[in-house]
């Protein structure tokens, strides 16, 4: 059987770059020793970053979905 040509699904990329990027202002804090952001700027930063990113992957599900 085949299965056509798959249509690209950004909701692992903008997953992984959104984590990485956390992941990056992780490291500089604990690498600076002092703080590389703010904890009142970082909160909100990762409760709106976890929405678009469930938003992103809700609105892509169909891409990953493969009916048998």
Do not use: H, K
């Not at 600076?32 to 909100?44: I, L, N, T, Y």
């Amino acid at each position: 059987m085949s299965e056509g040509r798959r249509r690209f699904d950004p909701a692992g990329p903008v997953t992984g770059i959104f984590f990485l990027a956390l992941a990056g202002i992780f490291l500089a804090d604990g690498l600076s020793g002092g703080d590389a952001v703010e904890a009142a700027v970082m909160a909100p930063v990762v409760l709106i970053g976890l929405g678009v990113v469930g938003t992103v992957r809700v609105l892509t599900r169909a891409r990953r979905r493969r009916l048998r």
